[in-house]
T-cell receptor
Framework: GAVVSQHPSRVICKSGTSVKIECRSLDFQATTMFWYRQFPKQSLMLMATSNEGSKATYEQGVEKDKFLINHASLTLSTLTVTSAHPEDSSFYIC???????????FGQGTRLTVV | AQSVTQPDIHITVSEGASLELRCNYSYGATPYLFWYVQSPGQGLQLLLKYFSGDTLVQGIKGFEAEFKRSQSSFNLRKPSVHWSDAAEYFCAVGNLINTGTASKLTFGTGTRLQVTL
């Protein structure tokens, strides 16, 4: 149980285009979903926290107009990288939490390459 | 603000040797501590977690970690390393909200483990 699926696992897009990453909780309803970004050979940095039906809370320094987060249901959150540029190339990972459970569950990540 | 320090960027051990990965945290309240493992290009797999109780916690794949409040440490150990343990290891600290629900995590910079045969 407690499986989180991210799609796509890899994506290559042209500079200036937008790309959407989906994060789904397959067998549970997620109280909250979190989006992290990981630069090559570096740690994971929290980008934003999202709750179903409300606006995401972004960490300081994260451009909310560039990284659009939509959390339309208790099982789906999406991250859209708008007008992507090569510096947005990174590994994006989502996680989801369950009410009353102290562990968050991670997706397998999405490798974004902007060319 | 909470923070996690993993002082060792890269560690190399021989297969069969013991392993200890260090983790120090800074947190204003009761810390909830985690160790994750990440293989190249993959997501995170939880090895073990500490919320309360026994300060020595057992995890998957033969890993264990000991919480030492006086040292603000949560070091990961394995008595005998296997070649398949080669990966990146992350220590993380978080908190619980809303009756025990996991909240955001702060990660350390990771330790890359290399295993020689």
């Amino acid at each position: 149980g407690a499986v989180v699926s991210q799609h796509p696992s890899r994506v290559i897009c042209k500079s200036g285009t937008s790309v959407k990453i989906e994060c789904r909780s397959l067998d549970f309803q997620a109280t909250t979903m979190f989006w992290y970004r990981q630069f090559p050979k570096q740690s994971l940095m929290l980008m934003a926290t999202s709750n179903e039906g409300s606006k995401a809370t972004y960490e300081q320094g994260v451009e909310k107009d560039k990284f659009l987060i939509n959390h339309a249901s208790l099982t789906l959150s999406t991250l859209t990288v708008t007008s992507a540029h090569p510096e947005d190339s990174s590994f994006y990972i989502c996680s989801a939490s369950i009410q009353g459970i102290g562990e968050a569950f991670f997706g397998q990540g999405t490798r974004l390459t902007v060319v | 603000a909470q923070s996690v320090t993993q002082p060792d960027i890269h560690i190399t051990v021989s297969e069969g040797a013991s392993l200890e990965l260090r983790c120090n945290y800074s947190y204003g309240a009761t810390p909830y501590l985690f160790w994750y493992v990440q293989s190249p290009g993959q997501g995170l797999q939880l090895l073990l977690k500490y919320f309360s109780g026994d300060t020595l916690v057992q995890g998957i794949k033969g890993f264990e970690a000991e919480f030492k409040r006086s040292q603000s440490s949560f070091n990961l150990r394995k008595p005998s390393v296997h070649w398949s343990d080669a990966a990146e290891y992350f220590c993380a600290v978080g908190n619980l909200i809303n009756t025990g629900t996991a909240s955001k995590l702060t990660f350390g910079t990771g330790t890359r483990l290399q295993v020689t045969l």
